[in-house]
């Protein structure tokens, strides 16, 4: 394995980092994104007891002391929950545009990786030829090693940036969908403690 490795050339570090960067972040957003981590079944308690009317300072502690993007959403609405409902539903949702964005971390750096992976593959290809017609017209079509080793360049590393992306992008796609189904959820949860207040706020007009 290490001599096919050597084969590759000089370009093999870079697709060696891209692996190591692809690996490390697919398994950083797997354990983050996990429902029971970004939606804790604390705060999922809270949401679900909310009162309208009620002091809220028992579930405002609760998502202080779990913080995270959701806790920090529904925080937003239950300290505003004395104010007018478009106040709440204003900080709710300027917050809710500030964090959602935090379960997409990194994943910039997936897609790049898959879609720069085969590209390195391809430079390595094209210099492996280049290397090839360069012994060929040093020596000639008569030293079948010389040509072993730029045809083995071009391939490997072509081979090696393939199989690098397309892993590498399959994992974005996964963790990208599971991050817009957090968002969703996240967002209904938003819109059922608004209702909530908005019941409370028509209540206390109503008295």
């Known amino acids: 394995m290490l001599?096919?490795?050597?084969?590759?050339?000089?370009?093999?570090?870079?697709?060696?980092?891209?692996?190591?960067?692809?690996?490390?972040?697919?398994?950083?957003?797997?354990?983050?994104?996990?429902?029971?981590?970004v939606?804790?079944?604390?705060?999922?308690?809270?949401?679900?007891?909310?009162?309208?009317g009620r002091d809220m300072s028992l579930a405002i502690d609760v998502c202080r002391r779990n913080p995270g993007v959701f806790a920090d959403i529904m925080r937003a609405g239950l300290e505003n929950a004395g104010q007018s409902w478009e106040i709440a539903r204003d900080n709710l949702l300027d917050t809710g545009r500030q964090k959602t964005p935090m379960l997409e971390k990194h994943l910039v750096w997936l897609a790049t990786i898959a879609q720069a992976a085969p590209l390195l593959g391809l430079l390595g290809t094209v210099l492996g030829?280049?290397?090839?017609?360069?012994?060929?017209?040093?020596?000639?079509?008569?030293?079948?090693q010389a040509l072993s080793g730029g045809i083995s360049e071009a391939m490997l590393t072509t081979a090696i940036g393939l199989a690098i992306g397309i892993p590498?992008?399959?994992?974005?796609?996964?963790?990208?969908?599971?991050?817009?189904?957090?968002?969703a959820?996240?967002?209904?949860?938003?819109?059922?403690?608004?209702?909530?207040?908005?019941?409370?706020?028509?209540e206390g007009g109503s008295a």
């Open 3 to 37: 001599d096919y490795l050597k084969d590759a050339g000089p370009l093999i570090y870079p697709l060696a980092l891209c692996s190591l960067l692809a690996a490390t972040i697919t398994i950083e957003r797997m354990i983050a994104l996990r429902r029971g981590r």
């Open 39 to 52: 939606l804790p079944r604390e705060i999922l308690e809270v949401v679900e007891s909310v009162t309208p």
């Open 168 to 183: 590498t992008l399959v994992a974005y796609n996964l963790l990208m969908a599971r991050s817009e189904g957090l968002v």
């Open 185 to 202: 959820e996240i967002e209904a949860y938003a819109t059922h403690l608004l209702a909530r207040l908005r019941q409370g706020n028509n």
């Open 129 to 144: 030829m280049i290397r090839m017609f360069g012994s060929i017209s040093e020596a000639g079509l008569g030293d079948p």
